[in-house]
């Protein structure tokens, strides 16, 4: 099950679990968060040892383990492929608090740069945006991620990469690979942001 990639339902029943840091009912997850974990979901995510289920009261329970901790943040880095808003609401979720911790963090491995000490998700994206708007004259417009990273050489290049997924699971930009992998220069590859296994060189603001 490890070397499996897991599905939407899984990845997203793991984001809720290690959100709460609590056990959580099977009723009150098909409930509150829309997640109904049937068999084989619950089966997969408890033999691959990423959750325990137990019954208390005739009702099961789900509490995460240290590896779904662990596998949830693999999953988010890789890329949730998600297609209901309900699921994007969740992935947004979890990318707000997986960057939270890296803004608060101060640079000081790289004297040469002025990195961003205490930031927000939503100042990095205002940034984002700024350096798009002087990119072009408006939104709807692709711009290449070498030309964006560009400036922004003083925010954490990760923390860059999980603000512009949360703006793509949440509708607010676009980000897509080149049709024409051929023209890139190296440094294009370099910039490029990983969303699943592909690379993504282009991005825009839709919103």
């Known amino acids: 099950m490890s070397e499996e990639r897991l599905t939407y339902r899984q990845v997203a029943a793991l984001l809720v679990l290690r959100e709460l840091g609590t056990a959580l009912p099977h009723k009150e997850l098909k409930a509150e968060w829309g997640l109904d974990l049937d068999t084989k979901n619950r089966a997969g995510l408890v ?19 240290p590896a779904g901790e662990d596998r949830a943040i693999e999953e988010v880095r890789k890329g949730i492929p998600v297609s209901s808003r309900s699921g994007k609401a969740l992935a947004l ?14 640079v ?27 990119l072009t004259p408006g ?22 990469d999980d603000v512009m997924r949360a703006m793509m699971l949440n509708g607010r930009a676009d980000i897509e690979p080149v049709a024409i992998v051929g023209d890139l220069k190296p440094e294009d590859h370099a910039a490029a942001i990983v969303i699943g296994s592909t690379p993504n060189h282009q991005f825009r603001v839709g919103a």
């Open 139 to 160: 939104v709807g417009r692709w711009v290449s991620m070498t030309k964006l990273r560009a400036l922004l050489t003083d925010i954490d290049r990760d923390l860059q």
């Open 93 to 106: 979720l979890y990318l707000r608090s997986l960057v939270a911790p890296k803004a608060a963090t101060s």
């Open 108 to 134: 000081v491995e790289e004297p040469a740069r002025t990195p961003v000490t205490t930031v927000s998700p939503e100042e990095v994206e205002g940034r984002i945006r700024e350096a798009y708007a002087k």
């Open 47 to 65: 033999d691959a040892k990423l959750i325990e289920s137990e019954s208390r009261k005739r009702a099961l329970w789900y509490t995460i383990t």
